[in-house]
């Protein structure tokens, strides 16, 4: 199979691509980013790309399996405006570039609430990006929701701190189903999912996601 990546150089991203280049159902892994990454492997494919621009690159994004694991925070864009631009509008344009080409399988990266009705920024734009690439009618889709991330070294102080809290609460059987997950396992999970001969659209959230990466498919 061909990979089609965004968000590569992220925690997950970097997780995916190096789980992809290890799989052996994988020949050719494509990532789209937007600076030169150190890693070399041969089944890797770089693309230095403006996502301002997708007329530049829309004809290299043909493949299998588009996976989207891209996005950033408030704080790290800057505005609302610019994180949106990140978090919506880069990745519906990858995603309708990839359903152009007759991608059949989009795995999206989404957020824990996402709700495209809520009064929660953040939350209304995650809701808003499934509504708009469930729209655009991919043979098979698979959306992750994951709760808070375990990102190795993180440098979000709010997040590591509020792993930490919610790791404590686990001991005391409280928030388990808010258990911090590993980018790993989410990663491991997201490929699982692209081997899963299905139709349709698919929804994954929180714990569950944990089983879907000990699955083991054919």
Request: glycine share 6%; hydrophobic share 35%.
């Amino acid at each position: 199979m061909k990979a089609l990546v965004i968000g590569a150089t992220g925690a997950t991203g970097k997780d995916l691509v190096n789980q992809l280049l290890n799989d052996k159902d994988y020949e050719e892994v494509n990532i789209f980013v937007r600076k030169p990454v150190s890693l070399d492997n041969p089944k890797l494919k770089t693309h230095i790309v403006d996502f301002e621009k997708p007329e530049e690159w829309k004809d290299l994004v043909k493949g299998d399996v588009a996976f989207s694991c891209l996005g950033t925070t408030l704080k790290a864009a800057g505005s609302k405006e610019a994180q949106r631009k990140v978090d919506y509008d880069y990745q519906y344009n990858f995603a309708k570039t990839a359903k152009e080409n007759s991608v059949d399988d989009y795995i999206l990266v989404s957020s824990y609430g996402a709700n495209p009705n809520s009064k929660i920024f953040y939350s209304r734009m995650k809701g808003e990006l499934e509504q708009s690439i469930k729209d655009l009618h991919f043979n098979k889709i698979t959306i992750f929701q994951p709760g808070m991330l375990d990102r190795k070294d993180s440098e979000r102080t709010g997040e590591v701190l509020g792993g930490k809290i919610i790791r404590f609460a686990n001991k005391f059987g409280v928030f388990t189903e808010q258990k911090p997950l590993p980018t790993d396992i989410l990663a491991k999970a997201m490929i699982n999912s692209s081997k899963i001969k299905s139709y349709g659209y698919s929804k994954i959230k929180l714990g569950n996601i944990f089983a879907f990466a000990e699955k083991i498919h054919d």
